[in-house]
């Protein structure tokens, strides 16, 4: 029997003012309600699936694991490599082809370039089952949203042990998608990323206070330089100079050394963006910080656009030749945070070949095919991207969490991502989610230059000279599987 509609409701999803829809889901506080008379009564179910959606019509072959809806085809795998022309193309719009040539496996469009993984090795029930559930919503839900206008906004967040003040940021686009950093290493604090219902919910890691943040390793959500990675031996010749680093991964120096990039506190400026918001972090790293030579000026911009993509753009000068090495080191888990492990999420990634590395990750200078990566405690591995002559930037890597539908596309100039899927957390640190965090809690995207580039001299280079102006950029695309963009070809 329908009941009335409880007030407020919450995160309409596909209503417009000129519309008629018989069909319309709506999230509450309670659960989801749905309609199949243009919002006349409502049926509420408490677990937040109406029981007729969990076998669905649109589902076919479901022993087969495959889901075919709204254009798309979902594909999982039984290994963790690439088993068939499918297998290198999880997420791809399905070409119009005959039953014949669905029977034959020809569904997916094919891009040899491709190497996709599973964070989890094995497929069961539950994951096919939220995939005959991402086809019944996806038919559910029309995807408009309710724009507003896109807002930037700062508070106190308190002061450091050196007695420097640090503010949080808020930058919410025209969706209501919302970012949040600290001006302390230009740390993201959280994402706020709605779910195929359009529920939002933080996808990324975070810690309770400043003081854990000014304290703690893990680098959480932080810039990460002057040089991110590792330097092997905390040592390296520029010049004909050896520069002795400080070792703080054991003989080496990882993300710029104890006391770097991501604890400082940076200058935050709005700065104009016509689609969207956007703010310049700064900050003038004196020559010999953390033994580095030079004095390096960074400007880092965020920018939150109105089509749910925050653009990451680096650009840092020098006074004396010197190396440098940036990315952002944010701990994502799509089913959001505290959600538990990423297992069940995928990720595919643009590289057909990664710098294996020694006990100590460290590269061992070689550039090798992904087929013969060896995974012993998670990954922890710099991927090789595939990039085309011309490209000003390149397509790294998309995750997709199949219990929510969420979608991170991430593009960037850089020629490397690093895949880290938190193999140091270990129960000790309780998060910002109240919950505690280990390994597979999450996963990085950590665009960048190759571990070690300084010392392996068929690395693509890190130098920065005199004169010199470095530019990169990184960009993180956040969609749904009720509305998936196609992978970039």
Not at 360 to 385: C, K, S, W
């Amino acid at each position: 029997m329908g009941r009335p509609l409880p007030q407020p409701a919450t995160n309409v999803r596909g209503i417009a003012a000129d519309e008629t829809v018989s069909t319309l889901i709506v999230t509450t506080h309670r659960g989801m309600y749905r309609s199949d008379d243009g919002g006349q009564s409502w049926i509420l179910k408490e677990n937040g699936l109406p029981a007729h959606l969990e076998a669905g019509p649109l589902v076919r072959d479901p022993t087969e694991a495959r889901t075919l809806y709204a254009g798309y085809s979902l594909l999982p795998f039984p290994e963790l490599w690439r088993s068939a022309v499918e297998g290198r193309n999880l997420l791809s719009r399905v070409d119009p082809v005959s039953d014949g040539a669905k029977r034959e496996g020809n569904v997916m469009r094919d891009l040899t370039s491709d190497e996709c993984l599973r964070l989890h090795r094995k497929l069961g029930a539950r994951m096919r089952h939220a995939f005959a559930i991402a086809a019944a919503l996806a038919a559910a839900i029309t995807g408009r949203t309710v724009n507003a206008a896109a807002t930037f906004d700062h508070a106190s967040y308190g002061t450091t042990q050196r007695g420097q003040a640090v503010d949080i940021f808020t930058m919410t686009n025209d969706h209501g998608l919302r970012v949040r950093f600290l001006s302390l290493g230009g740390v993201i604090a959280e994402i706020d990323v709605p779910d195929r219902t359009g529920r939002p919910d933080d996808i990324v890691l975070g810690l309770k206070t400043l003081r854990e943040y000014e304290t703690l390793p893990g680098h959480f959500g932080s810039i990460t330089g002057r040089y991110a990675n590792r330097i092997s031996g905390a040592q390296f010749t520029l010049g004909g100079q050896t520069y002795h680093l400080i070792a703080n991964n054991g003989p080496n120096t990882i993300h710029g050394g104890p006391d770097a990039l991501d604890r400082r506190v940076w200058t935050v400026s709005p700065t104009q963006a016509p689609e969207g918001v956007a703010a310049t972090l700064s900050y003038v790293s004196q020559d010999g910080d953390q033994n580095f030579p030079g004095t390096l000026t960074t400007h880092v911009t965020y920018t939150l656009t109105n089509d749910d993509a925050l653009r990451i753009d680096y650009g840092a000068s020098t006074d004396k030749d010197t190396v440098i090495n940036f990315t952002n080191h944010s701990y994502f888990n799509l089913a959001g945070n505290g959600s538990g492990s990423v297992m069940d999420q995928l990720l595919q990634v643009n590289a057909d070949r990664y710098t294996p590395s020694g006990p100590d990750l460290i590269p061992t200078g070689e550039i090798a095919p992904v087929e013969q990566m060896v995974n012993a405690r998670g990954y922890d591995h710099n991927f090789v991207l595939n990039q085309r002559p011309g490209d000003s930037i390149t397509f790294a890597a998309r995750a997709y969490d199949p219990r929510t539908g969420r979608i991170i596309d991430c593009f960037t100039t850089e020629p490397g991502v690093q895949i880290y899927t938190s193999n140091g957390m270990n129960g000790s640190v309780v998060g910002s989610s109240g919950t505690t965090y280990r390994q597979t809690e999450a996963f990085t995207l950590e665009t960048q230059h190759f571990p070690d580039s300084p010392n392996k001299p068929n690395f693509p280079t890190t130098e920065l000279k005199p004169g010199q102006n470095f530019r990169s950029t990184t960009i993180f695309r956040f969609s749904t599987d009720a509305s998936m963009p196609p992978l970039p070809r």
